[in-house]
């Protein structure tokens, strides 16, 4: 932007001597150094500000995508549970009618649950039979 050479600041100084004299030099180039600092001081703050706030945007971007991801898995733990649940209301239903066709007690109209005569249940278990025979 400015381009000072070493010429131009040696001329800025020649007429800063000549205007101001030369014993309220020192005291002027103090004031300018303390004002040139304030100004680097504050442009570093401004930079920094910048930087932070780039940052905070970032972290922002990254949190709006967690929470995304984290309504997502909420959805499917959301659908695997009531998966679960209706699996179990199966598995409850299906226990249920087991148990009253085993019972035949609650359905009167219900068919009698077929039963094996003793040749039969002997010859389903064959440790029986053969300590049965001797052999």
Do not use: C, Y
Not at 24 to 49: E, N, Q, Y
């Amino acid at each position: 932007m400015f381009d000072f050479g070493f010429w131009e600041m040696m001329i800025v100084m020649v007429v800063a001597l000549l205007v101001v004299g030369p014993e309220r030099l020192p005291a002027l180039a103090s004031k300018i150094g303390g004002w040139v600092g304030k100004a680097k001081r504050f442009a570093r703050s401004v930079k920094s500000d910048i930087r932070r706030e780039f940052h905070a945007e970032e972290m922002r971007q990254m949190l709006d995508k967690q929470q995304g991801e984290i309504q997502e898995l909420k959805g499917i733990l959301n659908d695997a549970q009531s998966d679960l649940r209706s699996g179990m209301e199966d598995t409850t239903h299906l226990v249920k009618a087991i148990e009253d066709q085993i019972e035949g007690v609650d359905d009167p109209d219900a068919p009698p649950a077929p039963e094996r005569d003793s040749a039969e249940r002997r010859s389903t278990r064959p440790d029986d039979s053969e300590q049965s025979t001797g052999k």
